[in-house]
């Protein structure tokens, strides 16, 4: 359980921070953020039920409604955040989605909103690498390769997943809090 609340932790930020664009382009549609919540309950201790289940799909509803690619992905994210709490220990690359289908989803997001820049997605996949955890990336490998796929999201999440693969963790990161949301192997903030 420990190690699905770090995977939830992982989506949930990504997911809460383009909510607002869903919430903006559909007001009214509470499906996203009631899947958010949820994850973050799930992630702040509570145990996973069907709340997480239920919003997740609700999120996915809402998802194929949204009149845009930017509220669609915003959506979307905001149930594999919900969903995360469920990923599946038999080893699928589709399980791979759960864990950074969002983090692509937002740098599409962002990609979107600068006019279709390529960089500005690369730059969120960064971003998003910088974030990870060890014990995020322990999980990840147990998984195949993220499924390949023509679209501009599966791209994104290609990339992130082979740039979390490799990752040597020589910042020494690790899962505890600190001023970045962690702390060095010898206890002090990075």
């Known amino acids: 359980m420990d ?27 509470p499906r996203p953020r009631a899947a958010v919540d949820a994850a973050w309950e799930f992630v702040n201790g509570a145990n996973r039920t069907r709340l997480q289940r239920t919003t997740s799909l609700d999120a996915h509803r809402a998802a194929k409604e949204a009149g845009t690619e930017a509220a669609r992905l915003a959506a979307r994210s905001a149930g594999d955040a919900a969903s995360a709490a469920y990923l599946h220990p038999i080893a699928k690359a589709t399980q791979v989605g759960h864990i950074l289908r969002a983090a692509a989803s937002a740098a599409r997001i962002a990609e979107l909103h600068a006019g279709g820049d390529p960089a500005v997605g690369d ?13 995020l990336v322990s999980v990840l490998r147990r998984y195949p390769l993220a499924p390949a796929a023509k679209n501009r999201v599966a791209q994104l999440m290609s990339a992130l997943d082979a740039s979390l693969r ?25």
Do not use: N
């Not at 992982?10 to 607002?20: G, R």
């Not at 730059?123 to 014990?135: F, G, L, Q, S, V």
């Not at 490799?166 to 990075?190: E, F, I, M, Q, Y």
């Open 123 to 135: 730059m969120m996949i960064e971003k998003a690498r910088d974030r990870a955890t060890p014990t």
């Open 166 to 190: 490799a990752t040597p963790w020589g910042r020494r990161k690790t899962d505890g809090p600190g001023a970045d949301g962690h702390r060095c192997s010898s206890g002090s903030v990075l």
């Open 3 to 29: 190690e699905l609340r770090v995977v939830a932790r992982f989506v949930a930020e990504t997911a809460q921070e383009v909510l607002p664009l869903f919430e903006e382009e559909v007001p009214g549609d």
